[in-house]
């Protein structure tokens, strides 16, 4: 039988996969020299075993055996004292392959009984840290293993200091601490769960109940979030004690080589005197941060240094590292990668790389493309900012403050006194972009991260939060309420995109920097892509912003948004209601006029690359008001609302996003096809008179059957006989489209696979509405995330793949694009970046889509030995 229990220098050459990050970590320190104290290991596989069985045959002879080894390293024996020679106690950690920081359990001063603090007082001729430490591994054991709420044990310290008339735990003496520990017994006791004092049987329900962790509520949200397999398990490291609670000599902290927060090369963290681990996590005393260590322990603060140097030369990547100080000495507990803020992450993967520490191919590797539109925004300052009232989805990056608005005459009326304003809804549809143009952030109480108002505010460039779902909005009363605090219109509120979380008036900003540093990253990225990345943009400043983050080009501009301005709205209205040839001849001259000179300012700032230009695609009813307002001017007697509410009535459809929508409007209404196409061809016309070059395409979107696109590509047919063809293509986003992807081929000249449409209608959901059920599903491991912001390789990707196969099968000049909000995200970027020519992104996450697709391009490369 394979070993599954090693010390430390057993280990040596074994896998983080076995041993746990944590096991890694100290492996690697141990072998290197580093002080840290004996220990060993017990492997993933147990885990795996355990939470498979119940069971792992023979472990627990595995483990006295090598405890026994430990008890030779230590000169001491477990659990029981010997004279001046304490007893030797331990710590029980998990270990997980990945980090996972805080989200499972840990015990201390594990193997003390009522017999062994008497010896470890004598030991240490301190009975006050005796009793201290017994205290802390009742109430540790007693919440991990037994099952209490932390909460009580917490309550009957706090209630002990009460009775003291102390602040602080420090300031309880050992008889106060001894009757601190009886309390918890007697507690224990009386609720059926005692507390064992034997300490092999204290050792080996406290490795089964880390075994157990793995599974808990709070470890599987983190995988979730961080898309941390299921199956990996967690290693558990049975350490020597060594004790930061001695006195002022003696303390515990945290340090990381580099700030997390922006990347300086310095030695960052905090540190508490007399103390173990778990005060700091806690937050029951304020640490202070390590440099005051240069004015009280100048020696320790320099080896610390040291020692921060030699963990970045051995790991090559900024390190997170634990250590305890017992009576002046160091002790290193952990070290592993450190977790840091988008910011951080490039300076340090670009500083690293400059000092020769790792390549610039492993600096391009280390960023995580998904964070770097926040590196653009203005952020939240967290050392100055109040508890948030509540926190949503992050759907749109940046902070921002401004007076709440509940509509967009409100964001109109705060706009024209200059006060910068926030609009609220409890969802936004398209007749809501007046106000979410002018406002500098977005909440709303419904809607997942690819929702209306999500995706309009990513295209804004607008800090967005959605899906709050506490919030209560009222937009006809003008407020909203959440947890009994009113918002009413005018009261000022913060907003930060990049954590979901709203304040309570103006919290102060931190402007982005260190965008020089990102630039020389993504130039050395820039070799290794071969995806082309351009950018969903519906206006000129759409257009210009992409450009500057490095688009080539427009995937996606979506004709619609152009409708929503105030002086056009009434007009396509009038189309709407037209009722003879001559009246919807008007409307649409006017529409043409408008369309034609947004066509030539977008065309104008993407000059010399290629714009798609995507036809009408939603239903007609969305430019209508909803049939309640429209109700209400009936009644008072307004006779253009009760057009428009016998219209409104004609249009209403029970499910609009399968309805009279995309190609099947465009194709019964052939008009407005032809009017948007000539506005494009002339826009294109007048700029090449100019002296300019544009590049336009024209895309039919919603197609499911190749007549559909057979009968469009004859209306363009008509009018590229008069101003010459441009690339005709169509988007592929319903099931029947990439299915018959061989026979609709041949037509086109491209397809842009929309896969938010395509997506919805693999899966059969509305991610408008999915963010009621979603989370759970993806919580309760139904789905392993959630589609509609992660293309679903496994179904909506095998789509993908056979409309690939087949178009380029039957049109091998057939040009592929992808321009669903999945575009702009890593791990489907990176899923696409062998299939397609390129993939289309919002301005802001056009720089994610460039490092994702140059890191699909690194991995299919080996790396080279760089040290």
């Known amino acids: 039988m394979e070993s599954r229990v090693f010390l430390l220098s057993e280990a040596q050459g074994l896998s983080k996969e076995l041993l746990g990050g944590k096991g890694y970590g100290l492996v690697a320190m141990s072998g290197a020299g580093l002080p840290v104290p004996p220990a060993l290991i017990v492997t993933t596989e147990a885990c795996r075993q355990y939470l498979k069985r119940g069971e792992v045959p023979g472990l627990w002879e595995e483990v006295e055996a090598k405890m026994a080894a430990l008890e030779g390293l230590t000169g001491k024996r477990f659990g029981q004292g010997e004279g001046k020679t304490p007893p030797l106690l331990v710590s029980v950690r998990s270990g997980a392959p990945v980090s996972m920081p805080g989200m499972m359990d840990t015990i201390l001063n594990l193997g003390l009984t009522l017999e062994g603090v008497e010896a470890l007082a004598r030991a240490a001729e301190n009975p006050r840290f005796a009793w201290d430490t017994f205290r802390r591994l009742l109430a540790m054991y007693g919440e991990v293993v037994l099952g209490e709420k932390a909460e009580v044990f917490e309550g009957m310290l706090a209630a002990l200091k009460a009775e003291r008339r102390v602040e602080a735990d420090t300031a309880l003496s050992a008889e106060d601490l001894e009757e601190l520990s009886f309390r918890y017994l007697r507690h224990l006791e009386a609720?059926?769960?005692?507390?064992?004092?034997?300490?092999?049987?204290?050792?080996?329900a406290a490795i089964e109940a880390v075994f157990r962790s793995w599974l808990n509520p709070r470890a599987r949200t983190y995988r979730r979030i961080y898309g941390i397999p299921e199956d990996l398990g967690t290693a558990v490291v049975v350490q020597a004690m060594v004790y930061g609670n001695l006195g002022e000599d003696s303390g515990t902290g945290v340090g990381f080589t580099r700030s997390p927060v922006t990347g300086e090369k310095r030695l960052y963290g905090e540190y508490l005197r007399n103390a173990q681990g778990e005060d700091v996590v806690a937050g029951i005393r304020t640490p202070e941060p390590l440099e005051r260590l240069q004015d009280y322990a100048p020696a320790l603060y320099a080896e610390l240094l040291e020692v921060a140097e030699r963990l970045e030369r051995h790991f090559r990547d900024m390190q997170d590292f634990e250590f305890t100080v017992e009576k002046g000495r160091l002790y290193l507990l952990q070290t592993r990668s450190g977790k840091r803020t988008a910011k951080a992450a490039v300076r340090i993967a670009v500083e690293m790389a400059e000092e020769g520490l790792i390549s610039k191919e492993e600096a391009v590797l280390r960023v995580e493309a998904n964070a770097l539109p926040g590196l653009l925004k203005p952020s939240v300052d967290r050392d100055k900012a109040p508890k948030p009232l509540l926190k949503g989805l992050p759907a749109s990056p940046g902070a921002a403050s401004g007076h709440a608005v509940f509509s967009n005459e409100g964001a109109e009326r705060l706009n024209a006194q200059g006060l910068p304003t926030i609009l609220i809804r409890p969802e936004t549809t398209p007749e809501d972009i007046t106000g979410m143009y002018l406002s500098r952030g977005i909440l709303t109480a419904r809607g997942g991260l690819t929702s209306h108002a999500a995706v309009v505010a990513r295209g804004l460039g607008v800090p967005a939060v959605v899906g709050a779902e506490v919030l209560r909005v009222y937009p006809e009363e003008g407020r909203a309420v959440v947890d009994g605090v009113e918002i009413r219109e005018g009261d000022l509120l913060t907003l930060d995109g990049s954590t979901g979380e709203i304040y309570l008036g103006a919290v102060p900003l931190v402007e982005a920097e260190g965008e020089a540093l990102l630039q020389k990253l993504l130039s050395w990225a820039e070799p290794f892509r071969r995806l082309g990345v351009r950018a969903n943009a519906d206006t000129p400043e759409d257009a210009r912003r992409a450009r500057a983050f490095g688009a080539e080009g427009i995937g996606l501009c979506r004709t619609e948004h152009m409708f929503f301005q105030e002086e056009r709205l009434p007009w396509v209205r009038r189309l709407i209601l037209a009722q003879t040839e001559e009246e919807e001849r008007e409307a649409l001259e006017e529409l043409f006029r408008f369309q034609k000179e947004d066509f030539k300012e977008i065309l104008r700032a993407m000059d010399g690359l290629p714009v798609t230009v995507r036809l009408l695609d939603p239903p007609l009813h969305e430019f209508l008001p909803p049939l309640a307002e429209l109700e209400e001017a009936v009644k008072a007697g307004n006779g253009e609302a009760a057009r428009l509410l016998e219209r409104a009535k004609a249009l209403q459809e029970a499910n609009p996003m399968l309805g009279f929508r995309g190609v099947r409007l465009l194709l019964l209404r052939p008009a407005i096809f032809r009017m948007q196409l000539k506005a494009l061809l002339e826009a294109a016309k007048e700029l090449k008179e100019e002296g300019l070059d544009p590049h336009p395409e024209v895309m039919v979107p919603l197609v499911a059957d190749p007549k559909e696109v057979e009968r469009a590509r004859l209306l363009a047919e008509e009018l590229f006989a008069q101003y010459g063809p441009i690339p005709?293509?169509?988007?592929?986003?319903?099931?029947?489209?990439?299915?018959?992807?061989?026979?609709?081929?041949?037509?086109?000249?491209?397809?842009?696979?929309?896969?938010?449409?395509?997506?919805?209608?693999?899966?059969?959901?509305?991610?408008?509405?999915?963010?009621?059920?979603?989370?759970?599903?993806?919580?309760?491991?139904?789905f392993p995330f959630d589609p509609t912001e992660r293309l679903d390789e496994k179904g909506v990707g095998k789509l993908l793949r056979l409309a690939v196969e087949e178009g380029r099968r039957a049109n091998p000049r057939l040009k592929l694009g992808l321009c669903g909000e999945h575009g702009g995200e890593a791990g489907s970027v990176r899923f696409v970046a062998e299939l397609l020519d390129y993939t289309s992104a919002s301005p802001y996450r056009v720089l994610t889509a460039r490092l994702a697709a140059a890191?699909?391009?690194?991995?299919?490369?080996?790396?080279?030995?760089?040290?």
């Open 191 to 204: 609720r059926g769960t005692p507390f064992p004092m034997d300490p092999w049987a204290q050792l080996f």
């Open 728 to 782: 005709f293509g169509t988007m592929i986003e319903t099931p029947r489209a990439a299915l018959l992807a061989g026979e609709i081929a041949p037509l086109v000249d491209f397809f842009s696979f929309g896969t938010n449409d395509l997506t919805q209608m693999t899966f059969g959901l509305s991610r408008d509405d999915a963010g009621k059920f979603l989370p759970r599903y993806v919580e309760e491991g139904l």
């Open 855 to 867: 890191q699909a391009g690194l991995r299919r490369a080996p790396l080279p030995v760089y040290r």
